[in-house]
Structure formats: structure tokens, C-alpha cells
């Protein structure tokens, strides 16, 4: 958990949502002010999480929400088609709101992948659009670097 906690370290809130909510979260709530579970339509977990005295919500949030968090954690234990199905329309609309702000963000994500180019294949199609797109509504700055 350690490992996944060094790009979210100092932001004000994260989005998260992790297998069980065992390994990352309770490491999270010692470092991040705010963190938002997600139990991504699951009602056993969201109340379980509610009994814990988790921040949650049931369903995915709206890709108009997204954006105001700063760091958003996705880890599945499904392959990338699932995690493709949940979550890339999410990520593509956090990744174009953080550009427009100009804001600093940081994506953790996590699939099973007996397929090694699964993440490179993923990576491009979430980044590929925003490379070398200006960052901020104004239409300057420098744009979005990413390596595989």
C-alpha cells in the first residue's frame, strides 16, 4: 500500500475504490484528509462501508464530479475489459478536467493483467487525446506528457 500511497501523499482528497477496502484505505485515512469510497454498485459494500464510518458512495460518481477530486484511485481485481467497462469514461473525464483547471492530479490504477500490454494499451487510449493538448481554458501551458 505503501508504493500506491507516494503520488496521493499531500492531496486534500481522494477518490478510491479497492477490492475489500482492507489494504489501502486505512493507509489513506492517515495521510489524506478526505477519502471518498467508491463501491461502484455494490450495496453490501457501500453499507459496510457506512458501518465503518467511510465517506462512500453506492454507484460510480458522474463524470461531472470526478473533477474536483484530486487524486483518484481505481484498483480492480477483475482484467482491463472490466476495468475498461467501470472506469475509462470516469478517468477520461477526470484527465480533460484536470487539464482544463491546470491542476496537478495523481491516477493510480490497478487490474489483473496476464496480458503485458494491457496497461500501455490503456495508458494510450486514456492519454493519447490529451498529448500535447493545451492545459488551462486560456490555451496555454505545456500540455500532457505520459511514458509506458
Do not use: N
Not at 29 to 46: I, N, S, T
Not at 72 to 89: F, I, K, N, Q, Y
Not at 106 to 129: I, N, Q, R, T, W
Amino acid at each position: 500500500a505503501a508504493a500506491l500511497l507516494r503520488g496521493v501523499v499531500g492531496a486534500d482528497g481522494v477518490l478510491l475504490h479497492e477490492p475489500g477496502f482492507f489494504a489501502v484505505l486505512p493507509a489513506l485515512r492517515r495521510v489524506v484528509p478526505r477519502v471518498l469510497c467508491c463501491a461502484a454498485g455494490d450495496p453490501v459494500l457501500f453499507e459496510e462501508l457506512r458501518r465503518r464510518g467511510c465517506e462512500a458512495v453506492e454507484g460510480v460518481p458522474s463524470e461531472a464530479d470526478v473533477g474536483r477530486w484530486p487524486a483518484v484511485m481505481l484498483l480492480e481485481d477483475g482484467g482491463p475489459a472490466a476495468w475498461r467497462t467501470r472506469w475509462e469514461s470516469l478517468v477520461a473525464a477526470w484527465i480533460s478536467e484536470r487539464l482544463e483547471a491546470v491542476a496537478p492530479g495523481a491516477l493510480v490504477l490497478m487490474f489483473e493483467a496476464s496480458d503485458a500490454e494491457a496497461l500501455g494499451s490503456l495508458l494510450v487510449d486514456l492519454l493519447g487525446p490529451a498529448v500535447g493538448r493545451p492545459c488551462g481554458a486560456g490555451g496555454s501551458g505545456g500540455g500532457v506528457s505520459a511514458w509506458v
